[in-house]
């Protein structure tokens, strides 16, 4: 398969698709980025990488961080992890409160904001500084050391944060949250906020698509029911209340960002990764989503 062949003629497929979605702008340092940007990253576990468009200009992260941040939750933490969010599709906005107290503050999944901040409660109950951990975690699964977090986005969306933060009390009176509010939802800012792109996150998604052990990063990153349990929970929770249609439309494990990133992962095969702006009345990046369906219908990779 002529993969860069294909990630060139998608590029070229999707402009008509620009202007029809929305930049998020409810973190206002988000508003700013160009609506037009798109690039588009597909990682072989042989090492093989292709790229198009934008793929090496870093953008914010956002949701995709949920994902990393499981990963090294379940890594330290085992199953214990599903004693404080559950692993069910919420059916709501990713940052909908609806369920919450009428399930005693315990969130439907780690990946809509409520399971988030329960999966990183409990991260930082480690010892040692919760952001390094995090910002140490993406540097060695990009392989990129200048991988780091952009201040004002994080800033930005602290000062915008009073449903997460209504989110987190809610929870803590449920004792499903441990930690000191202010200083969660300082690191949950944090975790957002990191930037990256969509060549470091292809790279970063490898081992999910690799059974745990990736050969590029010459370790066992995970193991291989835990990777098989992520890819379980991003295939019916990665894509929030239109995680049914995506699936529909692409057909493999992925997890949205309201910076306009998708990281998917065909397993057993490759990690793909597409950035662009403007999102879709879910909150996932529209052109994104439209690249990602052309993708696996042109290289046969859905997983259906
Ligand atoms: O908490 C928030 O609302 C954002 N930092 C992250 C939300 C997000 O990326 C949802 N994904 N599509």
Redesign the pocket.
């Known amino acids: 398969m002529d993969y860069q062949a294909v990630l060139d003629y998608i590029a070229e497929a999707v402009t008509p698709k620009f202007g029809k979605g929305r930049v998020?702008d409810?973190?206002p340092a988000l508003g700013s980025v160009p609506a037009g940007k798109f690039g588009m990253a597909v990682q072989l576990p042989d090492g093989s990488a292709f790229k198009t468009g934008d793929a090496d200009e870093p953008f914010s992260i956002?949701?995709?961080s949920k994902l990393f941040v499981l990963q090294l939750v379940m890594s330290h933490f085992g199953d214990m992890v599903w004693t404080r969010v559950g692993k069910e599709p919420s059916g709501d906005r990713?940052?909908s409160m609806i369920k919450l107290e009428m399930e005693h503050g315990v969130p439907r999944n780690p990946f809509i904001?409520p399971g988030?901040l329960a999966t990183l409660d409990l991260l930082m109950s480690l010892k040692g500084d919760t952001k390094h951990r995090i910002q140490n975690y993406l540097r060695f699964l990009a392989m990129n050391e200048s991988v780091s977090v952009n201040e004002t986005v994080m800033r930005s969306?602290l000062e915008h944060?009073n449903?997460?933060r209504a989110m987190a009390h809610l929870m803590k009176g449920y004792d499903n949250i441990h930690m000191d509010v202010d200083a969660l939802l300082e690191t949950?800012?944090f975790q957002?906020a990191m930037e990256m792109s969509v060549a470091d996150l292809a790279l970063a998604g490898l081992p999910l698509a690799t059974g745990g052990h990736s050969p590029v990063h010459d370790a066992s990153v995970l193991s291989v029911s835990q990777a098989k349990r992520i890819n379980a929970v991003m295939l019916t929770c990665g894509m929030?209340d239109s995680v049914g249609s995506f699936a529909y439309r692409v057909g493999i494990p992925a997890k949205?960002?309201?910076?306009g990133g998708i990281l998917a992962i065909v397993p057993g095969k490759m990690s793909v990764a597409v950035w662009s702006p403007e999102?879709d009345a879910?909150?996932?990046s529209y052109v994104g989503t439209a690249a990602l369906e052309l993708f696996t219908s042109l290289t046969h990779t859905s997983i259906f």
């Open positions: 998020a409810y973190i956002q949701s995709i990713f940052n904001n988030a969306e944060a449903l997460n949950y800012c957002c929030y949205s960002g309201v910076g999102l879910f909150g996932n």
